[in-house]
T-cell receptor
Protein backbone atom coordinates (compact mmCIF):
# COMPACT_ATOMS: atom_id res chain seq x y z
CA UNK A 1 0.00 0.00 0.00
CA UNK A 2 1.09 3.54 -0.69
CA UNK A 3 1.82 5.97 2.14
CA UNK A 4 3.58 9.26 2.84
CA UNK A 5 5.44 10.60 5.84
CA UNK A 6 5.81 14.30 6.48
CA UNK A 7 8.79 15.19 8.64
CA UNK A 8 8.01 17.97 11.08
CA UNK A 9 4.50 18.84 12.19
CA UNK A 10 5.38 22.53 12.60
CA UNK A 11 7.79 24.76 10.71
CA UNK A 12 8.47 28.38 11.56
CA UNK A 13 10.24 30.65 9.07
CA UNK A 14 11.04 34.32 8.81
CA UNK A 15 9.46 36.37 6.08
CA UNK A 16 11.75 36.23 3.07
CA UNK A 17 13.44 32.99 4.14
CA UNK A 18 13.41 29.65 2.38
CA UNK A 19 10.47 27.36 3.04
CA UNK A 20 11.31 23.64 2.98
CA UNK A 21 8.70 21.01 3.79
CA UNK A 22 9.70 17.37 3.72
CA UNK A 23 7.69 14.46 2.37
CA UNK A 24 8.81 10.88 1.86
CA UNK A 25 6.66 8.31 0.14
CA UNK A 26 6.32 4.56 0.00
CA UNK A 27 4.93 3.06 -3.15
CA UNK A 28 5.25 -0.23 -5.00
CA UNK A 29 4.50 1.42 -8.33
CA UNK A 30 5.54 4.74 -9.89
CA UNK A 31 3.74 7.21 -7.69
CA UNK A 32 1.43 10.08 -8.36
CA UNK A 33 2.24 12.65 -5.67
CA UNK A 34 0.43 15.79 -4.58
CA UNK A 35 0.90 18.77 -2.32
CA UNK A 36 -2.18 20.54 -1.02
CA UNK A 37 -2.45 23.72 1.06
CA UNK A 38 -5.15 24.36 3.63
CA UNK A 39 -5.76 27.89 4.85
CA UNK A 40 -7.66 28.40 8.11
CA UNK A 41 -11.36 27.58 7.80
CA UNK A 42 -11.00 26.63 4.17
CA UNK A 43 -10.84 23.46 2.13
CA UNK A 44 -7.78 21.99 0.49
CA UNK A 45 -6.31 23.65 -2.57
CA UNK A 46 -3.94 21.86 -4.93
CA UNK A 47 -0.45 23.37 -4.96
CA UNK A 48 1.13 20.97 -7.44
CA UNK A 49 1.27 17.35 -8.52
CA UNK A 50 3.80 14.91 -9.92
CA UNK A 51 2.65 12.51 -12.61
CA UNK A 52 5.93 11.00 -13.87
CA UNK A 53 6.73 13.79 -16.30
CA UNK A 54 9.36 16.34 -15.22
CA UNK A 55 10.95 15.64 -11.84
CA UNK A 56 10.86 19.33 -10.88
CA UNK A 57 7.26 20.40 -10.60
CA UNK A 58 6.23 24.03 -10.39
CA UNK A 59 3.02 24.95 -8.63
CA UNK A 60 1.02 27.96 -7.63
CA UNK A 61 2.13 30.81 -5.36
CA UNK A 62 5.83 30.27 -6.14
CA UNK A 63 6.06 26.74 -4.73
CA UNK A 64 7.87 23.87 -6.38
CA UNK A 65 8.71 20.28 -5.51
CA UNK A 66 11.34 17.87 -6.73
CA UNK A 67 10.70 14.15 -7.16
CA UNK A 68 13.73 12.08 -6.17
CA UNK A 69 13.20 8.38 -6.75
CA UNK A 70 16.50 7.37 -5.13
CA UNK A 71 15.48 9.11 -1.92
CA UNK A 72 11.73 8.38 -2.22
CA UNK A 73 11.16 12.05 -1.52
CA UNK A 74 8.96 14.84 -2.82
CA UNK A 75 9.98 17.88 -0.79
CA UNK A 76 8.21 21.21 -1.23
CA UNK A 77 10.13 24.49 -1.39
CA UNK A 78 9.60 28.19 -1.84
CA UNK A 79 12.61 30.51 -2.06
CA UNK A 80 11.12 33.42 -0.13
CA UNK A 81 8.33 33.08 2.41
CA UNK A 82 5.48 35.54 2.53
CA UNK A 83 3.10 36.15 5.42
CA UNK A 84 0.30 34.75 3.27
CA UNK A 85 2.06 31.36 3.17
CA UNK A 86 1.00 30.65 6.75
CA UNK A 87 -1.15 27.53 6.41
CA UNK A 88 -1.16 23.76 6.72
CA UNK A 89 0.51 21.78 3.96
CA UNK A 90 -0.39 18.19 3.17
CA UNK A 91 1.51 15.73 1.05
CA UNK A 92 -0.43 12.85 -0.53
CA UNK A 93 0.17 9.81 -2.73
CA UNK A 94 -2.33 8.21 -5.07
CA UNK A 95 -2.73 4.46 -4.75
CA UNK A 96 -5.54 1.95 -5.31
CA UNK A 97 -7.60 4.83 -6.75
CA UNK A 98 -7.41 6.71 -3.44
CA UNK A 99 -5.32 9.45 -1.91
CA UNK A 100 -3.31 8.70 1.22
CA UNK A 101 -2.30 11.81 3.13
CA UNK A 102 0.53 12.61 5.47
CA UNK A 103 -0.17 14.12 8.87
CA UNK A 104 0.45 17.65 7.60
CA UNK A 105 2.91 20.42 8.39
CA UNK A 106 1.76 23.74 9.81
CA UNK A 107 3.79 26.70 8.61
CA UNK A 108 4.02 29.93 10.55
CA UNK A 109 5.76 32.99 9.11
CA UNK A 110 7.49 35.48 11.39
CA UNK A 111 7.61 39.13 10.42
CA UNK B 1 -20.08 29.75 -7.23
CA UNK B 2 -18.08 27.00 -5.56
CA UNK B 3 -17.71 23.78 -7.55
CA UNK B 4 -17.94 21.53 -4.48
CA UNK B 5 -20.29 22.58 -1.71
CA UNK B 6 -20.92 21.07 1.69
CA UNK B 7 -23.80 21.61 4.08
CA UNK B 8 -23.88 22.39 6.90
CA UNK B 9 -20.54 24.15 7.43
CA UNK B 10 -20.74 23.78 11.18
CA UNK B 11 -22.83 21.46 13.33
CA UNK B 12 -22.99 20.76 17.02
CA UNK B 13 -24.95 17.71 18.09
CA UNK B 14 -25.35 15.33 21.01
CA UNK B 15 -24.27 11.75 21.47
CA UNK B 16 -26.73 9.31 19.94
CA UNK B 17 -28.23 11.70 17.40
CA UNK B 18 -28.40 10.89 13.68
CA UNK B 19 -26.55 13.36 11.52
CA UNK B 20 -26.36 13.79 7.75
CA UNK B 21 -23.69 15.78 5.97
CA UNK B 22 -24.34 16.66 2.36
CA UNK B 23 -22.06 17.26 -0.58
CA UNK B 24 -22.96 18.61 -4.00
CA UNK B 25 -20.75 19.27 -7.01
CA UNK B 26 -21.14 21.05 -10.30
CA UNK B 27 -17.86 19.79 -11.80
CA UNK B 28 -19.49 16.87 -13.60
CA UNK B 29 -17.11 14.39 -11.95
CA UNK B 30 -18.08 10.77 -11.50
CA UNK B 31 -15.94 10.04 -8.45
CA UNK B 32 -16.75 11.37 -4.99
CA UNK B 33 -15.09 10.87 -1.63
CA UNK B 34 -15.62 11.55 2.06
CA UNK B 35 -12.66 12.20 4.37
CA UNK B 36 -12.29 13.21 7.98
CA UNK B 37 -9.44 15.33 9.31
CA UNK B 38 -8.15 15.11 12.85
CA UNK B 39 -5.21 17.09 14.24
CA UNK B 40 -1.94 15.26 13.68
CA UNK B 41 -3.55 12.54 11.58
CA UNK B 42 -4.03 14.23 8.23
CA UNK B 43 -7.06 13.19 6.18
CA UNK B 44 -8.44 9.67 6.30
CA UNK B 45 -10.82 8.19 3.78
CA UNK B 46 -14.26 7.17 5.04
CA UNK B 47 -16.13 6.15 1.87
CA UNK B 48 -15.76 6.65 -1.86
CA UNK B 49 -17.99 6.24 -4.90
CA UNK B 50 -16.91 5.86 -8.52
CA UNK B 51 -20.44 6.25 -9.86
CA UNK B 52 -24.03 6.21 -8.64
CA UNK B 53 -24.13 2.42 -8.33
CA UNK B 54 -20.63 1.98 -6.88
CA UNK B 55 -19.99 2.59 -3.15
CA UNK B 56 -16.83 1.49 -1.37
CA UNK B 57 -15.60 1.55 2.20
CA UNK B 58 -12.47 3.48 3.03
CA UNK B 59 -10.07 2.92 5.90
CA UNK B 60 -12.37 4.21 8.66
CA UNK B 61 -15.98 3.43 7.62
CA UNK B 62 -17.23 2.01 10.94
CA UNK B 63 -20.00 4.18 12.36
CA UNK B 64 -20.68 5.88 9.03
CA UNK B 65 -22.89 5.23 6.01
CA UNK B 66 -23.26 7.01 2.67
CA UNK B 67 -25.78 7.55 -0.07
CA UNK B 68 -25.08 8.55 -3.68
CA UNK B 69 -28.38 10.09 -4.68
CA UNK B 70 -27.16 11.32 -8.08
CA UNK B 71 -23.93 11.91 -9.91
CA UNK B 72 -23.71 15.30 -8.24
CA UNK B 73 -24.73 14.39 -4.68
CA UNK B 74 -23.03 12.26 -2.05
CA UNK B 75 -24.23 12.24 1.56
CA UNK B 76 -22.52 10.99 4.69
CA UNK B 77 -24.56 9.83 7.68
CA UNK B 78 -23.66 9.15 11.26
CA UNK B 79 -26.43 6.87 12.49
CA UNK B 80 -25.67 7.39 16.17
CA UNK B 81 -23.07 10.07 16.71
CA UNK B 82 -20.36 9.62 19.35
CA UNK B 83 -17.83 12.16 20.66
CA UNK B 84 -14.84 10.64 18.86
CA UNK B 85 -16.55 11.48 15.58
CA UNK B 86 -15.87 15.12 16.34
CA UNK B 87 -13.75 16.21 13.38
CA UNK B 88 -13.55 18.24 10.20
CA UNK B 89 -15.21 16.41 7.31
CA UNK B 90 -14.34 16.98 3.67
CA UNK B 91 -15.99 15.92 0.46
CA UNK B 92 -13.91 15.64 -2.71
CA UNK B 93 -14.45 14.84 -6.39
CA UNK B 94 -12.33 13.66 -9.29
CA UNK B 95 -12.64 12.43 -12.86
CA UNK B 96 -10.29 9.45 -12.85
CA UNK B 97 -8.08 7.25 -10.78
CA UNK B 98 -4.99 9.44 -10.98
CA UNK B 99 -6.61 12.78 -11.43
CA UNK B 100 -6.59 15.65 -9.00
CA UNK B 101 -9.19 15.56 -6.27
CA UNK B 102 -11.08 18.80 -5.67
CA UNK B 103 -12.21 19.47 -2.13
CA UNK B 104 -15.19 21.20 -0.62
CA UNK B 105 -14.83 23.76 2.19
CA UNK B 106 -15.45 21.21 4.93
CA UNK B 107 -17.99 20.63 7.69
CA UNK B 108 -16.88 21.06 11.28
CA UNK B 109 -18.82 18.56 13.38
CA UNK B 110 -18.82 18.57 17.16
CA UNK B 111 -20.45 15.72 19.07
CA UNK B 112 -21.06 16.47 22.73
Amino acid sequence: AQSVTQLGSHVSVSEGALVLLRCNYSSSVPPYLFWYVQYPNQGLQLLLKYTSAATLVKGINGFEAEFKKSETSFHLTKPSAHMSDAAEYLCAVMGDYKLSFGAGTTVTVRA
Amino acid sequence: DADVTQTPRNRITKTGKRIMLECSQTKGHDRMYWYRQDPGLGLRLIYYSFDVKDINKGEISDGYSVSRQAQAKFSLSLESAIPNQTALYFCATSTGSTDTQYFGPGTRLTVL
